[in-house]
């Protein structure tokens, strides 16, 4: 019986992660978990300049299972062999892995990412077709609407009233899409209001 993946985001903000290989698929991944905050290891025998600029340390070698002591989660971007290698290690310490590109070896997938207006999204093609995740990933950017950042304000401002006056979950929704259409009914009103008074 196939499963499904559970969709979660981390917290990797001051948690280790390892990148195993230093080629560019592993450089790829570097700035996504720093703008995370993690504490992010390299270790390959031949790394990018990429990855020699980046503020992470870096192991010159190939990768060994004692890498993995106090390891939060690793990417796996190095060959199938090796790959395979770090995703038996980790298994057997519990540590999650993303092996790029290599499904069979990977716990962990890391989709395609919007972010805007403090607001993330992420699709998953479950690892077997990352190209789709990225076309997705554009079509989802495309249809968001271009004031989300006011959106993800209005529902901030809310929820602590909500949560002050135990607001049910079932009649959150409701509520932030009027207060969503009031933003913009709010806006006609000053569009309106600008027109006649000047």
């Not at 790394?47 to 890498?67: K, L, N, Y």
């Not at 106090?70 to 298994?91: K, Q």
């Not at 070896?105 to 890391?110: H, R």
């Not at 093609?125 to 495309?142: F, K």
């Amino acid at each position: 019986m196939e499963t499904s993946l559970f969709p979660l985001f981390l917290k990797l903000h001051g948690r280790r992660v390892l990148v195993v290989g230093g080629g560019p698929v592993a450089a790829s991944k570097i700035d996504a978990l720093l703008a995370a905050g993690a504490d992010v290891t390299v270790v390959a025998p031949d790394m990018r300049p990429e990855i020699e600029r980046a503020s992470v340390t870096r192991w010159r070698r190939e990768f060994s299972p004692d890498d993995l002591a106090g390891i939060w989660l690793v990417v796996a971007a190095a060959t199938p062999p090796v790959n395979r290698e770090v995703a038996t290690a980790a298994d057997s310490r519990g540590v999650f892995v993303n092996a790029v590109d290599d499904p069979p070896n990977a716990s962990a997938y890391l989709g395609g990412v919007v972010r805007r207006g403090g607001v993330t999204l992420a699709i998953s093609t479950e690892g077997h077709a990352p190209a789709l995740a990225g076309l997705l990933r554009e079509a989802l950017d495309a249809v968001l609407p271009p004031d989300l950042d006011r959106w993800m304000a209005e529902a901030r401002a809310i929820r602590p009233r909500w949560l002050a006056r135990g607001v049910p979950m079932a009649e959150r929704r409701p509520q932030l899409l009027r207060a969503l259409n009031a933003l913009y009914t709010r806006r006609a009103w000053q569009s309106f209001a600008t027109e006649v008074w000047l």
